[in-house]
Nanobody
Framework: QVQLVESGGGSVQAGDSLRLSCEAS????????MAWFRQAPGKEREGVAL?????????ADPVKGRFTISKRNAKSTVDLYLQMSTLKPEDTAMYSC?????????????????WGQGTQVTVSS
């Protein structure tokens, strides 16, 4: 099992920056692939950014060039981050971190099976 706990959400103005954090603990073999998802009111959850065990990253088109995913491996935890810049009102959503064990790739959004509780990001114009 893996426990994921997000922090760092809040209310900001358009154009501002915000950094989200997610601490993963437990069976870290299940955190080979990690990602950030978001879900806006009335919309389906969407993958935002992912990072693989080798540090490779990928981003959804709406956030490319504005968001950066990174992670830090500690002795008993993995810390995942999402640096968000030039925020727009359409970035408003509940952001969740997610993870899954290594299965050959990290770019299948539907493979993520460990989830945090989410942290709200609200961007006003």
């Amino acid at each position: 099992q893996v426990q994921l706990v997000e922090s760092g959400g809040g209310s900001v103005q358009a154009g501002d920056s915000l950094r989200l954090s997610c601490e993963a603990s437990g069976d870290l073999h299940n955190t080979a692939c990690m990602a950030w998802f978001r879900q806006a009111p009335g919309k389906e959850r969407e993958g935002v950014a992912l990072i693989d065990p080798y540090g490779g990253t990928d981003y959804a088109d709406p956030v490319k060039g504005r968001f950066t995913i990174s992670k830090r491996n500690a002795k008993s935890t993995v810390d995942l981050y999402l640096q968000m810049s030039t925020l727009k009102p359409e970035d408003t959503a509940m952001y969740s971190c997610a993870a899954h064990k290594w299965a050959g790739s990290c770019d299948r959004w539907d493979w993520y099976n460990y989830w945090g509780q989410g942290t709200q990001v609200t961007v006003s114009s």
